[in-house]
């Protein structure tokens, strides 16, 4: 049973949220605030973070700089907010997806449903390759200092190890593998993140930003 994290300082949608998570088959904890909610997801055994942005004490902006590194697990932010700017802010610090209120209960299950199926296949994929290492040698594909590992899932640039999400991994070593030839938004969101995902391909940019930054 995957284990859900609401951050949600409105009681009203947060008692939603859970209801309807719960009645589909989830385990879901509820915190109004977002005080120590960085420190309780790292240390905390969660498959999902459902993240409110504006919150008392820390904001969801704070919250997801300050996990995203750490750990990798799927971010979907809610808000009340619309304008692009806040939608693609909270993208650029790592979130996986954005829904802004009022939003249909139905299409809340289906996002963190696609979510978690793309994160179990990415995450039991990385397990049989951690699992094969011992019988086939690793992987490696250099570009100038950086080296990509495709099978222990590491990027370094020269002698320092750069944390990657697994979506951010796939964007690049999709495209490593892949040198010289240019990919509509279209294109790399369907081979990325699959015809499942609830979203749209702005979010390939997104991504590519923090690709790049990095």
């Known amino acids: ?38 420190e309780q997801v790292i240390h905390g055994d969660y498959d999902l973070l459902i993240l409110d942005l504006m919150l008392p004490g820390v904001s969801g902006y704070d919250i997801c700089k300050a996990i995203r590194d750490q750990v990798d697990i799927p971010i979907l932010m809610v808000t009340a907010k619309t304008e692009t700017i806040d939608k693609i802010r909270g993208l650029g610090l790592g979130a996986d997806d954005y829904i802004a209120k009022p939003f249909d209960p139905a299409e809340l299950i289906a996002r963190v449903q696609a979510h978690l199926r793309r994160f179990e296949r990415l995450t039991h994929r990385t397990q049989e390759t951690q699992q094969e290492e011992h019988i086939v040698a690793e992987r490696e594909i250099c570009i100038g200092n ?26 690049l070593k999709f495209l490593a593998l892949n040198p010289n030839i240019v990919f509509s938004k279209e294109t790399l969101f369907e081979r990325i993140w699959g015809y499942d995902y609830v979203g749209d391909s702005a979010t390939v940019t997104v991504h590519i930003n923090r690709v790049r930054e990095k």
Do not use: C
Request: proline residues 2%.
């Open 1 to 38: 049973m995957a284990k859900i994290l609401i951050v949600e300082d409105d009681e009203e949608i947060a008692l939603l949220e859970r209801d309807y998570l719960e009645v589909s088959g989830y385990e879901v904890e509820v915190k109004s605030d977002g005080n120590g909610v960085a």
């Open 146 to 171: 950086v080296r990509i590992q495709t099978r222990s899932w590491k990027v370094y640039k020269g002698e320092e190890e750069i944390k990657f999400p697994h979506r951010e991994f796939e964007l």
